[in-house]
């Protein structure tokens, strides 16, 4: 069974702080990772991707990937009340058929 | 980047009817993805629908309930048969691009009464 696992909050932070948000998944040979983040009654949209170990800025993002420990998070820097979506991890299995799956979802919530 | 209409954006419909979702890419792809994803839940992945070959489903979809079809690199339709209203959810579809992201259809937004 190839699993993403995520904590699902709701995550509250102030405006201003750093955001931490953590996604484990099942299968060792997966290669690639994606951040999505989805407002409510919208179709997720892709933040980050990432494809080797270590850590990925853009902007007030940062991707970091642990593939021993099978570990992926996401870092929001300087929080706002905007960034306040559910994010999703998702990480292609490639063992067997190929599949796109979504971990469980974070909720996040930047209080002003 | 690919663009992904998917229509209807809802509907409402009685039980014991069938819905079908359609989903056109603007460029050729060569996988597409099938997500329901249920009220405060995230994508459960119900199959992979690839051109000229059966879908796969995923464990707890079968293809009575939701079939699938893919005639072209650009197209494909999932039917949601037999509906109750444990079906009511938004379902989308995908095309990845390669091994990078993601692409997603608007949604549909169905309701089943």
């Known amino acids: 069974q190839k699993e993403v696992e995520q904590n699902s909050g709701p995550l509250s932070v102030p405006e201003g702080a750093i955001a931490s948000l953590n996604c484990t998944y099942s299968?060792?040979?997966?290669?690639?990772f994606f951040w999505y983040r989805q407002y409510s009654g919208k179709s997720p949209e892709l933040i980050m991707s990432?494809?080797?170990?270590g850590d990925k800025e853009d902007g007030r993002f940062t991707a970091q990937l642990n593939k021993a420990s099978q570990y992926v998070s996401l870092l929001i820097r300087d929080s706002q009340p905007s960034d306040s979506a559910t994010y999703l991890c998702?990480?292609?299995?490639?063992?067997?058929?190929?599949?796109?799956?979504f971990g469980t979802g974070t909720r996040l919530k930047v209080l002003a | 980047s690919a663009v992904i209409s998917q229509k209807p954006s809802r509907d409402i419909c009685q039980r014991g009817t069938s819905l079908t979702i359609q989903c056109q890419v603007d460029?050729?792809?060569?996988?597409m993805f099938w997500y329901r994803q249920q009220p405060g839940q995230s994508l459960t992945l119900i199959a992979t629908?690839?051109?000229?070959?059966?879908?796969?489903?995923e464990s707890g979809f079968v293809i009575d309930k939701f079939p699938i079809s893919r005639p072209n690199l650009t197209f494909s339709t999932l039917t949601v048969s037999n509906m109750s209203p444990e079906d009511s959810s938004i379902y989308l579809c995908?095309?990845?691009?390669?091994?990078?992201?993601?692409?997603f259809g608007q949604g549909t937004r169905l309701t089943v009464v």
């Open positions: 995908s095309a990845p691009n390669g091994d990078t992201e993601a692409f």
């Open positions: 299968d060792r040979v997966s290669q690639s």
């Open positions: 990432i494809y080797s170990n």
């Open positions: 998702a990480v292609v299995f490639t063992s067997g058929t190929y599949k796109y799956i």
């Open positions: 460029s050729q792809v060569t996988m």
């Open positions: 629908a690839n051109q000229g070959s059966e879908a796969t489903y």
